[in-house]
């Protein structure tokens, strides 16, 4: 299980050493109640929040000096009676531009882990427009599964995660949530030719090829950091729909290269599936060529054909051939 460093590997691996955790620590405060039956209300956390505040150089959080600290996260120590703890935002009196509320001892009533999974899956949606990405999943469709953090990547990296491991090592953002968030620069391919990707744990970078209305997204994951006890490694392709102009995010979905498509044939449970469970969150079939060594991929909507998908080491490496218009 990872330590306290969690977070900041998480980020710095996420981002290829483009963000690292810097910080400073301050004095603890107490809110005067126990943890382990008490839900921490807003007004509580209001007040420690508060009693933070007076003493906070606030400048020194304020990267775009509109003298409000640019994000907090409240991560308090009580103990909520749910499963599904909702982070609440909190104004603190206008005097931080985000809040996020968590707790830190485990995942509502199921774990006692440090819940490192939770907080970058709100990342993705508040920092960086990310969507939910875990499907229908109280119905068996799991979405993208624990191919990324935005789906079900945020429990962990596969459906036998201990209960109390729940939140404690999440996959990898998927890439274009990185791209967002300026941690990597996604190169447009437009022309036929060879390409190698590395895994992106290592910098490898992902590719975009630009379709009408809905785009191919590439990124390789291999066995190393976070992504080691993902079920599969190789090659992963997104289809990413173009934003949405109302809501502005786009949908993506992954392909599943065994084309079995399980992800969406789960059992419907009527409740969170929460892991260890024998359902399917993703398997060795879904990467390229994976388990099923599938080599070719034929994408009529974007017009393209990947072809001779091969590992070179951890890497990938496969051609690239646009259909005439
Ligand atoms: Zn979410």
């Keep these: 299980m990872l330590g306290p460093a969690g977070l900041s590997a998480y980020l710095e691996e996420n981002s290829a050493g483009a963000l690292r955790i810097d910080g400073e620590v301050l004095g603890w405060r107490s809110a005067g109640r126990g943890w382990v039956d008490m839900e921490a209300s807003p007004e509580e956390i209001e007040a420690v929040a508060r009693e933070v505040f007076a003493d906070l150089d606030v400048a020194a959080f304020d990267a775009d000096e509109n003298g409000r600290v640019d994000q907090l996260f409240v991560l308090h120590s009580a103990r909520s009676p749910m499963d599904r703890p909702s982070p609440s935002d909190l104004l603190l009196d206008g005097r931080a531009d985000l809040t996020i509320v968590s707790q830190v001892s485990g995942f509502g009533t199921v774990s006692e882990a440090l819940p490192v999974g939770m907080i970058v899956h709100e990342l993705g949606h508040w920092s960086l427009n990310q969507p939910d990405m875990y499907g ?65 744990e290592l910098g490898g970078g992902a590719l975009r090829l630009l379709g009408p209305g809905v785009d191919l997204v590439l990124e390789v994951r291999g066995p190393t950091g976070f992504s080691a006890e993902l079920p599969g490694h190789g090659l992963l392709i997104w289809r990413e ?15 599943q290269a065994d084309g079995r498509d399980d992800l969406a044939n789960g059992t419907p449970m009527g409740e969170r599936p929460l892991p260890p469970n024998d359902e399917n969150f993703g398997d060795a079939g879904d990467p390229f060529p994976g388990a099923e ?30 259909l005439d218009g």
Excluded at 137 to 144: A, D, K, L, P, V
Excluded at 241 to 255: C, F, H, S, T
Excluded at 305 to 322: K, M, N, P, S, Y
């Design 293 to 322: 060594g599938v080599r070719r991929y034929e994408d009529a909507e974007v017009g393209v054909i990947l072809e001779d998908i091969h590992h070179v080491g951890e890497d990938v490496a496969f051609t690239v051939r646009w």
């Design 241 to 255: 729909y173009w934003p949405d102009a109302m809501i502005g995010r786009r949908r993506i979905e992954l392909v």
């Design 136 to 200: 229908n999943y109280t119905q068996g469709r799991y979405g993208s599964g624990i191919w990324t953090v935005m789906g079900l990547g945020g429990w962990g990296p596969h459906n036998q995660v201990p209960a109390d491991e729940i939140f404690a090592r999440p996959t990898h953002f998927h890439a274009s949530a990185k791209e967002a968030a300026g941690w990597m620069e996604m190169a447009r391919v437009t022309d036929d030719g060879a390409h190698q990707l590395a895994p992106i």
